[in-house]
């Protein structure tokens, strides 16, 4: 029903910045809350940040102000702007969105995911 996009992972150096994307696409009449998550090797995944239907924001301790969340409504896209970024950053992002279809059925779900990898 919904499918999840992301782009715009890689391997860059510490101190370095990427912006990441993430494009729903489907039946969708309006999209609600919508986060980035990440998961790095043999640890959970957890809560990068988040962004309401109203665009306010929220975000993990560890950003620590180095990454912005957004979001464009008219194209379906959530972004992550990452910038003085750590090896520690090191992980796989996840978008995760919640839609309203045009039946007016909610639906949640995650996208396939990209790799970021910081070099020290």
């Known amino acids: 029903q919904v499918q999840l996009v992301e782009s715009g992972g890689g391997l860059v150096q510490a101190g370095g910045s990427l912006r990441l994307s993430c494009v729903a696409s489907g039946s969708i009449w309006s999209m609600n809350g919508m986060g980035w998550y990440r998961q790095a090797p043999g640890k959970q995944r957890e809560l990068v940040a988040f962004?309401?239907?109203?665009?306010?924001?929220n975000y993990a301790d560890f950003v620590e102000g180095r990454f912005a969340i957004s979001r464009d409504d008219a194209k379906k896209t959530v972004f992550l702007q990452m910038n003085s970024l750590k090896s520690e950053d090191t992980a796989v992002y996840y978008c995760h969105a919640e839609s309203i279809l045009y039946d007016g059925t909610m639906v949640s779900g995650w996208g396939q995911g990209t790799q970021v990898t910081v070099s020290s």
């Open positions: 962004i309401t239907s109203a665009s306010s924001t």
